[in-house]
Structure formats: C-alpha cells, structure tokens
C-alpha cells in the first residue's frame, strides 16, 4: 500500500515530491508542493486520495485559526491554539496570568495541555484528560479527578477550538470550577 499511496499522491497536479513514511519515528506523509501550485485544490485531492486508501475521513471539520484567541467571558480566560511543527502550542490567559504548553499533535494530548494550562492560570490542580471523542457534529472531553469522571462538549460548527474550549471549560465547571471563577477575573 505504502508505495502505491506514494505514487498516487505523487500523480496529483502541484505535488513536486512525496514520501511516505508510516513505520519509523517521525511517520507520516510529506508533501512537498511545486512553486506557483494551487494549494487549496491539491489539499482537496489529497484528502479526498487519503480517504479512499482509509488514512483519514472523507472531510475534517475545520481548526478555524482565522481566530486564535476565543474569549470566554463567564470564566474570564482567552484561549488559543496554534498548530505547530510536530504539535500544537495552547495558550490560556486572564488579564493577568498567562500559561503555555507545547503538545504532541493528538487530540487527548491537546485536550489535557489546555487543560493544564487553564487551571494553572486559575488556580487549581489539573484534572486528567482519559477521553477525547469527535463525531461529526460535536467534540467531547471526559476528565476524571480521581475520585469521578466528568464531560463535557462543544459543537464543532465554530472549529476545533471553539469545541474544545468549550468541551474543557464544562469539565472544569463540572469538576468545581465555579468557585475559582471570581478568582480568573
């Protein structure tokens, strides 16, 4: 499959060179585009390439970073989210505290650094991320304390960090966040 994937992704207009790496270290597909290539209409085939050999769905909802930073005002923190080489780096600040976190690139590893980095600008000890699930419509986050597991969601139709700051924001209100909301502002 692996050659065969190459050089299909390698026939698409605008691909200049492919190399398909799914078993070592740093796996993953790399792409590299010819000058002047239209990079919208050759991510599309890729997608579209990738769904059929089964690498991924036929359409990711969108990260929509045209808007790092989501304020959230019942809480008083912004959130951003930007996706870096190997992983996301996450932000979380209040007027006067600000934390970050370097991720890997999976969804239960952001999930728990912008969980990490939330409390830590509030005040309180961390929960631990155990589930991150997407569907077509919604995101959720399951946290668990130690003691009890709580979820929470967020709809995917304003993107991925839209859903996840407000999935994260419900678990730490679930967990006793309340309390600490006086203390973020």
Not at 103 to 110: F, H
Request: net charge negative; proline share 5%; aromatic share 2%.
């Amino acid at each position: 499959m692996k050659s065969s994937l190459a050089s299909r992704l390698g026939e698409i207009p605008g691909v200049a060179s492919v190399v398909v790496d799914l078993e070592g270290f740093g796996r993953g597909i790399d792409v590299r585009l010819e000058p002047g290539a239209d990079e919208s209409a050759v991510m599309e085939e890729l997608r579209a390439l990738l769904a059929a050999y089964g690498v991924r769905r036929e359409r990711e909802p969108s990260m929509n970073h045209d808007q790092p930073r989501v304020p959230l005002p019942d809480v008083g923190v912004q959130v951003s989210i930007t996706p870096i080489n190997s992983g996301a780096r996450i932000e979380v600040a209040t007027s006067s505290v600000k934390s970050f976190r370097i991720v890997a690139a999976t969804p239960l590893a952001i999930a728990q650094g912008l969980t990490d980095a939330w409390c830590q600008v509030i005040g309180r000890v961390p929960v631990e991320i155990v589930g991150v699930a997407v569907d077509e419509n919604r995101l959720s986050v399951t946290a668990s304390d130690g003691e009890r597991e709580t979820s929470g969601t967020g709809e995917l139709t304003g993107g991925w960090i839209d859903a996840l700051t407000a999935a994260v924001g419900t678990v730490l209100d679930d967990s006793g966040l309340s309390d600490l909301r006086r203390a973020a502002s």
